[in-house]
């Protein structure tokens, strides 16, 4: 790529100034786990919470910074982890429970925490919910299945291809015979209801649409399925980036992320555009604390119903579980994917080798706690 997209990149990198103080003042040794955002810690009333615990981790892990974390505090990772299992269904939960009643944020924890877990060398304490008598109704035949993926509601593309989505990792622990034809059901559906002019699926603002169509691509790519129409996908995404606002920062991060995963043959001209665009977007939501909001206004208190904007409804809209007081601060949600922005956009200009410049100082003075 030209000098223009480095120095480009550069600039991009100056951005994260302050960033790897915020996530260390984020971590808690007495549960071993990481807070959502700084008025999180500074409250009685939230705690560490199993999304913002594997979404500090996975930064770690991205930037290189494994070899500074001691065996002590990925040991009480690990058991902050190990405790959040129930070991009745074998999912992973908050302490809140209104997060039980929300299974896309059930869906998460478990493959975060599973992830998570292998990631520090662990493994859960309990079995997962990987039967057919643990799992979903739905995942008892492919009829019933059939029947479930036609009763998620489009209305709000972006958090109803996240509930679609949500079946994956249930689809990913079948033997691969009993599989077959329930992914032959939703990739057969998925196709059924593609918008062939846009190559988006459901409805609602064109990075509303974008959003659920980046979460498909996460189901299309976990059993190597080719996605359907990207140079119509392609086309919409660009006519956002160049005439939306970009509001929210999965707004700035959706698009990058399904650019790579499409693996298209970008135009240098684009990509010069894209990372532009991208920046100067991300750079709207840095706070003064160092890390990223994920709205333009604030961080949401409640991630969970943040794809949903004021006025907005729609059928089976899950009840909000506040992390923090949603303040104008960092949260754990926006930083992971400035992270990822990062990453994507040099892998996008061919330049992965780039490491970020993060100070020696940073997590040097973390301590374990004593709850052993």
């Not at 690990?78 to 074998?90: C, L």
């Not at 949500?166 to 691969?176: H, R």
Request: hydrophobic fraction near 35%; charge should be negative; aromatic fraction near 10%.
């Amino acid at each position: 790529m030209t000098k223009g997209l480095e120095n480009i990149l550069e600039g991009g990198d100056r951005l994260f100034e302050g960033f790897f103080e915020w996530l260390e003042g984020q971590y808690d040794a007495a549960s071993g786990g990481f807070y959502y955002a700084r008025s999180s810690r500074d409250a009685d009333a939230f705690t560490t919470d199993i999304e913002s615990t594997a979404q500090a981790l996975g930064i770690i892990e991205r930037c290189g910074l494994q070899q500074r974390l001691t065996d002590d505090i990925k040991a009480d990772l690990v058991r902050f982890f190990q405790s959040k299992q129930d070991p009745g269904t074998g999912y992973f939960y908050d302490a809140d429970p209104k997060m039980r009643k929300d299974d896309v944020m059930v869906g998460r924890a478990l493959g975060y925490s599973v992830g998570a877990l292998r990631t520090l060398g662990a493994a859960p304490l309990h079995p997962l919910p990987g039967n057919r008598n643990m799992a979903p109704a739905y995942c008892r035949a492919p009829e019933a299945y059939a029947e479930w993926l036609r009763s998620i509601s489009l209305a709000n593309s972006w958090r109803g291809c996240d509930r679609l989505c949500n079946s994956a990792p249930y689809l990913s622990q079948m033997p691969q015979d009993e599989r077959e034809p329930f992914l032959r059901e939703a990739l057969s559906y998925f196709e059924s209801i593609q918008d062939p002019e846009t190559g988006l699926w459901g409805e609602g603002t064109p990075y509303v649409r974008i959003s659920g169509t980046f979460k498909l691509l996460t189901f299309y790519n976990r059993f190597q399925a080719p996605l359907p129409r990207t140079p119509e996908i392609y086309r919409s995404l660009l006519h956002a980036l160049r005439s939306e606002k970009a509001v929210d920062m999965c707004y700035i991060r959706n698009p990058i992320s399904l650019l790579t995963s499409m693996k298209l043959r970008i135009p240098e001209e684009d990509v010069l555009e894209i990372a532009e665009i991208t920046l100067r977007n991300m750079a709207r939501l840095k706070r003064a604390d160092g890390g990223y909001s994920r709205e333009i206004d604030h961080s949401p208190p409640a991630p969970n119903v943040a794809q949903v904007k004021q006025g907005e409804y729609y059928p089976d809209m899950p009840e909000a579980v506040p992390l923090g007081k949603g303040e104008i601060e960092g949260d754990m949600n926006a930083g992971t994917q400035a992270i990822l922005i990062r990453y994507t956009l040099h892998e996008l200009g061919g330049l992965q080798g780039r490491k970020l410049d993060i100070a020696d100082s940073v997590f040097s003075s973390l301590r374990a706690g004593t709850g052993r």
